[in-house]
């Protein structure tokens, strides 16, 4: 049986100018390629950094939205920062893009 990974963080040419990587990504995230590798994996791996909450980047919180509704399974490796909250809203409640044009 083949495995596939998606590494999100290799997989988007973030340097690409704005308009080439908007085109890639789609104006709809939920046909944008996270989604639908995320649809096509049998299991979400979340890798969590010690220094920064993940959390805090909305676009990571898309994704683990995506997981969820897609009904993966998600399984946590790696610590949150020290002061991070661990669960619920709260954990979420920081979440902001790094373009203020992505809110819209």
Aim: with cysteine; charged share 15%.
């Amino acid at each position: 049986k083949t495995r596939v990974f998606w590494v999100c963080f290799a997989a988007v040419p973030q340097t690409w100018p704005r308009g080439h990587l908007k085109m890639f990504l789609g104006m709809n995230p939920h046909h944008s390629p996270f989604s639908k590798a995320i649809d096509n994996c049998g299991r979400f791996l979340v890798v969590r950094n010690a220094n920064k909450n993940l959390y805090w980047r909305l676009w990571c919180v898309a994704e683990l939205a995506f997981a969820s509704s897609a009904n993966k399974t998600v399984q946590v490796v790696g610590r949150m920062p020290p002061s991070t909250t661990t669960s619920g809203a709260d954990l979420l409640a920081g979440a902001v893009c790094s373009d203020e044009e992505d809110t819209s």
